[in-house]
């Protein structure tokens, strides 16, 4: 089965990664999708967004990619049967619910999958990471240690 798993990952997390990994040991294929919205204003390019994430992925059944518009139009063009998402907490719930069901409206075909986040990361968010970098702060173990010292470096100048 191959899924995808959209999000903003601006940059991709030692949370997100987390999920990644999970997810491509249960299935197939996993596509990251980083989905670009016009409305949401990132601090990384989404090529920067794929090159880190690329950098952290080790398997080979784990592909990046960059879409725009509907994500669910996006996953069926990718061939994927199923959108992952990550569950933190209840405030994340009440979003991806919402998410989904209209996602289930549009392409009843798609199915949405939720992973819960790790304890140790349910904190975590790439909001949480830029308001620390941005004021010096440690970043350590929130990041992939692939990416940690370039994004630490690019956050602290913007
Ligand atoms: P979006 O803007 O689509 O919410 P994000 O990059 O913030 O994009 O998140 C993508 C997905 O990863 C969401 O489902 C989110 O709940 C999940 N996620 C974010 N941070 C974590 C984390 N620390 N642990 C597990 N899942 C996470």
Redesign the pocket.
């Known amino acids: 089965m191959k899924v995808c798993?959209?999000?903003?990952?601006?940059p991709i997390?030692?949370?997100?990664l987390?999920?990644i990994e999970r997810a491509s040991n249960k299935f197939d294929e996993v596509i990251v999708l980083i989905?670009q919205?016009p409305r949401?204003k990132c601090m990384f390019t989404a090529e920067e967004r794929k090159y880190m994430i690329e950098k952290c992925i080790k398997s080979d059944n784990i592909k990046v990619e960059i879409g725009t518009g509907l994500t669910v139009e996006y996953a069926k063009q990718l061939g994927a049967s199923a959108i992952i998402?990550?569950?933190?907490a209840v405030t994340?719930y009440e979003y991806?619910l919402q998410q989904a069901t209209a996602n289930m409206k549009l392409e009843s075909s798609i199915e949405t999958l939720f992973?819960i986040?790790?304890p140790e990361?349910?904190?975590?968010?790439?909001s949480v990471v830029k308001e620390i970098a941005m004021n010096g702060g440690n970043t350590d173990g929130l990041l992939p240690e692939e990416i940690s010292d370039y994004a630490t470096e690019r956050m602290k100048i913007e």
């Open positions: 798993y959209p999000g903003t990952f601006d997390t030692a949370g997100h987390d999920i989905m919205n949401k998402r990550g569950i933190r994340d991806e992973l986040a790790k990361y349910s904190f975590l968010s790439s």
